[in-house]
């Protein structure tokens, strides 16, 4: 009777443990296939998302490379952030593992803040605007043409052709002067007129001659004034405008332009004068 009831008794115990352990197999299984489902779903979410960002800013023609980087950047970021909610879901405590990546994020901010701050710079750089790639800038300490904007740096190529890199914090800190932004630029000139000079005439003559130069725009029309004086003569502002594509050829073409003009007969060489008083002694 005694090995009955404990057979017995045992019997219960084990069905109600293997009871047990169907009841939690079967919640904890019924997770794991929600957290598949879930991430699954999710990576499909991102993927578009990604997408859609990317193709949004390839309209606005924004560098490729920075493209790439936006793309990474972001299904990085919605990928742990996505991990992170599964773990959570699935009981896992993520309060410390928060906290761990928060003190590696903290750690690596000091170590690479100049390469950090250059990366946030670039970001609004995209975001922006202020220059695209192409475009002719001032900037950093370095004018030249915008060849790519990357991650932490701008590649800028001067009128020399010197490949010049330019950490996107400093350019961001900095002024940026977009040469190429506008529909025309103003080339300043200065003409030294002697002071027995036709000035007037030599306003005309500027004015005729500069209109007939390849690329200088009729509109607006070339100015030519007296800028100021000197112990020479009257000192002339010849401002010509063009394309900003075209501003090197019209500034060569038009100081050549002066020199012909001035060269001619009628207007005499600014030359320094000089008045010598002799007194005689008897």
Not at 62 to 77: A, E, F, H, M, Q
Not at 234 to 246: I, K, W
Not at 252 to 261: G, R
Request: proline content about 4%; charged content about 10%; hydrophobic content about 50%.
């Amino acid at each position: 009777m005694d090995q009955t009831a404990l057979l017995t008794e045992g019997t219960e115990k084990a069905n109600a443990l293997l009871a047990l352990v169907i009841q939690y197999a079967t919640q904890f299984g019924l997770k794991i296939v929600a957290a598949i489902v879930f991430l699954l779903i999710g990576r499909w979410l991102i993927r578009v998302s990604v997408g859609v960002v990317q193709t949004s800013l390839s309209r606005q023609s924004i560098d490729p490379t920075v493209l790439r980087y936006v793309g990474s950047v972001i299904s990085v970021t919605l990928n742990v952030l996505l991990v992170i909610g599964l773990l959570g879901y699935l009981g896992v405590q993520t309060t410390t593992f928060a906290a761990l990546l928060a003190a590696v994020g903290l750690a690596i901010g000091m170590a690479w803040s100049g390469l950090l701050a250059n990366l946030a710079a670039g970001g609004f750089i995209i975001a922006l605007r202020p220059f695209k790639v192409g475009d002719v800038i001032s900037a950093g300490g370095v004018t030249g043409t915008v060849m790519e904007i990357g991650l932490f740096v701008t590649a800028i190529n001067t009128p020399d052709n010197i490949l010049t890199l330019v950490g996107n914090n400093k350019i961001f800190a900095d002024n940026i002067q977009n040469l190429s932004h506008n529909p025309f630029r103003r080339v300043d000139l200065q003409a030294q007129l002697s002071g027995a000079a036709d000035y007037q005439a030599a306003i005309d003559q500027l004015k005729a001659r500069l209109a007939l130069v390849p690329n200088v725009l009729a509109t607006p029309a070339v100015d030519v004034e007296i800028l100021s004086f000197t112990v020479l003569g009257p000192v002339l502002a010849v401002r010509p405008y063009c394309h900003p594509s075209n501003y090197g050829q019209v500034m060569f073409a038009s100081n050549k332009v002066i020199k012909d003009v001035l060269a001619d007969a009628a207007f005499p060489a600014p030359m320094p004068t000089q008045t010598v008083i002799m007194q005689q002694q008897v």
